[in-house]
């Protein structure tokens, strides 16, 4: 089992950034993929960010390519989302994930399916006010 724990939400103006934070804790298995999605009021939850588990390569939803930048520290058992020129449609609750279906070479849209995902935290609410 892998226990996920996410801080660093908040609440922020329009065109500024966050970074949060992924803690993992637990058995975790040797290679894991990571990723951050998020979910607003009254929609579906959506893949915002992944990386794999060495962190040589990076998948981002499309919107938030180049401004949003996913990295992870494995000697901390880490995953970080920095999080610049935010905006009101980034306003959401911010999850973080864990899956070892996503392999290296895996295509974006294994990264981007949620149910390739095993482990998540209970979230980090940011709001993005304009």
């Known amino acids: 089992q892998v226990q996920l724990v996410e801080s660093g939400g908040g609440l922020v103006q329009a065109g500024g950034s966050l970074r949060l934070s992924c803690a993992a804790s637990?058995?975790?298995?040797?290679?894991?993929?990571m990723g951050w999605f998020r979910q607003a009021p009254g929609k579906d939850r959506e893949f915002v960010a992944a990386i794999t588990w060495n962190g040589d390569r990076t998948h981002y939803l499309d919107s938030v390519e180049g401004r949003f930048f996913i990295s992870r520290d494995n000697a901390k058992n880490t995953l970080h989302l920095q999080m610049n020129s935010l905006k009101p449609d980034d306003t959401a609750v911010y999850y973080c994930?864990?899956?070892?279906?996503?392999?290296?070479?895996?295509?974006?849209?294994?990264?981007?399916?949620?149910?390739?995902?095993?482990?998540w935290g209970q979230g980090t609410q940011v709001t993005v006010s304009s």
């Open positions: 637990g058995r975790a298995p040797p290679r894991y993929a």
């Open positions: 994930a864990a899956g070892v279906r996503p392999g290296t070479y895996s295509s974006r849209s294994t990264y981007s399916n949620r149910y390739n995902y095993d482990y």
